[in-house]
Nanobody, 125 residues
Framework: EVQLVESGGGLVQAGGSLRLSCAAS????????IGWFRQAPGKEREGVSC????????NFADSVKGRFTISRDNAKRTVYLQMNSLKPEDTAVYYC??????????????????WGQGTQVTVSS
């Protein structure tokens, strides 16, 4: 059974940092791309970043470029999203997801097969 468990969310002031983790089990972790998405109240779920499997290629939404980084530790079966210089508009529930394919420049939620339960990130002004 595929399981993805996010952690690391919380309340932070604008300009602060958080590191989200996505712990995976139930599939061959090394073979899959992992994406991060977020959903704010009343808005569509949007792609934030992804990291590829073999080559570890990464992509980021324009809104987070230069502020967020993504990395993966295949030995720990975990992907990290480091979020710096956080803004109130980053407030959302953050989800990680897995796809059997490439990490593309644009992330589409329908291309991802399994999802975690999400972790809340709240940035106060």
């Amino acid at each position: 059974e595929v399981q993805l468990v996010e952690s690391g969310g919380g309340l932070v002031q604008a300009g602060g940092s958080l590191r989200l983790s996505c712990a995976a089990s139930g599939f061959t972790f090394d073979d899959y791309a992992i994406g991060w998405f977020r959903q704010a109240p009343g808005k569509e779920r949007e792609g934030v970043s992804c990291i590829g499997s073999i080559d570890g290629s990464t992509n980021f939404a324009d809104s987070v470029k230069g502020r967020f980084t993504i990395s993966r530790d295949n030995a720990k079966r975990t992907v990290y999203l480091q979020m710096n210089s956080l803004k109130p508009e980053d407030t959302a529930v953050y989800y990680c997801a897995v796809r059997n394919g490439l990490c593309k420049v644009r992330l589409f939620k329908y291309e991802y097969d399994y999802w975690g339960q999400g972790t809340q990130v709240t940035v106060s002004s």
